[in-house]
């Protein structure tokens, strides 16, 4: 009698045993799916000042440039966020959940620089940075890249 319930457990579990399987699998999908999603929405292209190829990731959308920088660890020295408007404006950037300083350059639709705050701080935060003049993109960069490139106002742009 033990071995025929024995048999009627291990079938019970059997069954279990497979939606869980099931439910894991699924588990896997959607995360890889999610996975995928998050970096599609990334746009890696790059852009040149003053001859020097910066890789950039495009943040063309509201979610995107809201988020910005936020959240991350540190950005490389040949990377930066360029944040695309559909229109001028006078764009202000703030320092909120950021863990590192950047450096921000601001460009206007004919690519021109016309504005550059260099080393803004997390710890500025509420401070707002904006431009003097209404622009069209926001460059952010890791701090110490302005002077390292030798970024200036009214330096050009090329690949916006």
Do not use: C
Not at 11 to 27: H, Y
Not at 48 to 77: M, P, Y
């Amino acid at each position: 009698m033990p071995n025929k319930d024995i048999k009627k457990i291990k079938l019970e579990l059997k069954p279990r045993t497979n939606q869980l399987i099931v439910a894991g699998l699924l588990v896997f999908i959607l995360a890889g799916a999610l996975l995928l999603l998050t970096h599609a929405n990334t746009k890696n292209k790059s852009i040149v000042i003053n001859g020097t190829t910066i890789n950039i990731e495009l943040a063309d959308t509201e979610e995107l440039r809201e988020k910005g920088l936020s959240g991350r660890q540190k950005l490389e020295s040949d990377q930066g966020l360029l944040l695309a408007f559909k229109t001028n404006g006078n764009w202000k950037i703030w320092m909120k959940d950021m863990n590192f300083p950047i450096d921000i350059v601001w460009i206007n639709e004919q690519g021109k620089v016309v504005g550059l705050k260099e080393n803004a701080s997390p710890s500025s935060f509420p401070e707002i940075f904006s431009a003097d003049q209404p622009s069209r993109y926001v460059l952010e960069l890791a701090s110490g890249s302005v002077a390292k490139f030798g970024i200036k106002l009214g330096d050009e742009v090329n690949k916006l």
